[in-house]
Every structure is written in structure tokens, then in C-alpha cells.
């Protein structure tokens, strides 16, 4: 396994799905693999009806947030325990 994205696109009354997981192995780092499977999971969240991607990250994790920004994604909220929501909207299909 070189890397796998983990994310929900089921709630239908917010219709945003929820990135909960993302990761690549260390070798695999730096190759566009993240992105790839970012955008995998955005157009399925597309596909389910869902007008938006979410995520949450640590305020002290600069690489994710930097990597999830050059995504589109923007920050939403900051939570009272160290991190953040980022989310990014979704084109309709």
C-alpha cells in the first residue's frame, strides 16, 4: 500500500463530505500521489451529492495545511483543541 484516503460523503442535509484520514507512505511522498487521492475522493463526493469536502488538521501541522490550501481548500472554523477545519466547495455535477 502506498497510500490511502478515508472520507465519508453520506450526510445528505449538509451535503458535505468529511475527509478523515489521508496518507502515503514516505517514499511515495512528494509524487502527486496525495493529490490524486484527494481528487478521488472529491469527484466521488461529487458523484454522491455533495457540494463541499471538509477536513480537520492540526493548527501546528504547516505541511498540511499548505498541502490541503494548494487544493482549494479554505479555512472554515478553528475548534477550541489545536486545529482546524478546512474545506473545500465542490463544482455540481
Excluded: W
Excluded at 449538509?14 to 517514499?27: D, G, I, K, M, N
Excluded at 487521492?37 to 466521488?44: D, G, I, K, P, W
Excluded at 480537520?56 to 482546524?84: C, P, T, W
Amino acid at each position: 500500500i502506498c497510500g490511502f484516503v478515508v472520507f465519508y460523503a453520506n450526510d445528505l442535509a449538509t451535503a458535505t463530505a468529511f475527509v478523515t484520514l489521508l496518507a502515503c507512505s514516505p517514499e511515495r511522498q512528494g509524487q502527486g500521489l496525495g493529490r490524486l487521492l484527494m481528487e478521488h475522493a472529491c469527484s466521488q463526493a461529487v458523484a454522491a451529492g455533495m457540494r463541499a469536502v471538509r477536513l480537520e488538521v492540526d493548527l501546528d501541522n504547516s505541511h498540511a495545511i499548505g498541502f490541503y490550501s494548494a487544493l482549494g481548500f479554505v479555512q472554515v472554523r478553528e475548534k477550541m483543541s489545536g486545529s482546524m477545519y478546512l474545506e473545500k466547495k465542490l463544482p455540481e455535477e
